[in-house]
């Protein structure tokens, strides 16, 4: 047990400017408690999220941003008060970090939702110091907003299942939408996609895989095992799937219309947002109304959700599909992801890097 007292710094690979562009950057850590945990990063994952934030779409960055949230790495030293994790453990870390802690969402295991929730980059700690996220050698945590990997996972694996995992699980799960038999829609086959396909089969679901083009066709039916391929441009095709889907659940993270998938969907479907998407979006109340049919949203999901996630996926032998990169292809990977040239997730191998010597 150690105190996590002493000053600490590490070396990331920040964004300076809404160019996106990141370069090593190295900072001191922020302030430390009895609950905190010291985690020498191991992996990284990139997110579609991570663009927008360097680049600043949402009008809201801050810089020099050190970007990821999802991130798996290693119990270095843990604080006096630390009771759920030792060191040497396999954790995990995704998109929040800090929460009040005494509201409904707090106290409901929904701490996503929390108002005051501190994001795990490009926010404040309660202590006045930025959050810098996972493309760094190291990071410290509070206890509460760290995960424990289960055995015989690996950990380059497990990345992209803290965020693109749990956004899939937690909608399926807090809609009741995990009994075997439903027919569920995935809309768009990136980093989420492509684990939702896997999610909502290793639940007994009917999947169908919705996407612009036929490109991922092969790759949806044959790699991923879905059951159905819908071309949103093939009206016939689309005509033809009317009224057959319980659910979709929307990735796409760029502008589009939603009234043909809202005709896919039977009463009571829902359709539920997961992308992040900074224009408005359209529809004609009638297509909501003649089904009562639904459009909501859903975001990552609860610590409590993300543990039962990885449980899940370990007992269903579930894993992402990913291309590891060294932190200094980095760069190049998020030019590749903005033109969704990646099957499926990359991750950056930060251990074998090497930032911190």
Known sequence: MGSLETERTTTGWAARDPSGILSPYTYTLRKTGPEDVFIKVMCCGICH???????????????????????????????????????????????VVGSCRNC??????????????????????????????????????DQKFVVRIPDGMAPEQVAPLLCAGVTVYSPLNHFGLIGSGL???????????????????????????????????????????????LVSSDTEGMQKAADSLDYIIDTVPVFHPLEPYLSVLKLDGKLILTG??????????????????????????????????????????LASMIEVVKMDYVNTAMERLEKNDVRYRFVVDVIGSKLDQ
């Open 183 to 229: 027919r569920g829609g995935i809309l768009g086959l990136g980093g989420v996609g492509h684990m939702g396909v896997k999610i909502a089969k290793a639940m007994g679901h009917h999947v169908t895989v919705i996407s612009s083009s036929d490109k991922k066709k092969v790759e949806a039916l044959e790699h991923l095992g879905a059951d159905e391929y």
């Open 104 to 141: 409904r969402p707090c106290d409901t295991d929904n701490e996503q939702y929390c108002l005051k929730k501190i994001w795990s980059y490009n926010d404040v700690y309660t202590d006045g110091q930025p959050t810098q996220g996972g493309f760094a050698g190291s990071m410290i945590v």
């Open 49 to 95: 999220t991570d663009l927008h934030q360097t680049k600043n779409d949402l009008g809201m960055s801050n810089y020099p941003m050190v970007p990821g949230h999802e991130v798996v790495g290693e119990v270095v030293e843990v604080g006096s008060d630390v009771t759920k994790f030792s060191v040497g453990e396999i954790v995990g870390v995704g998109c």
């Open 276 to 317: 992040v998407i900074n224009t408005p979006l359209q529809f004609v109340s009638p297509m909501i109304m003649l089904g009562r049919k639904s459009i909501t949203g859903s975001f990552i999901g609860s610590m409590k959700e993300t543990e039962e996630m990885l449980q899940f996926c370990k007992e269903k032998n």
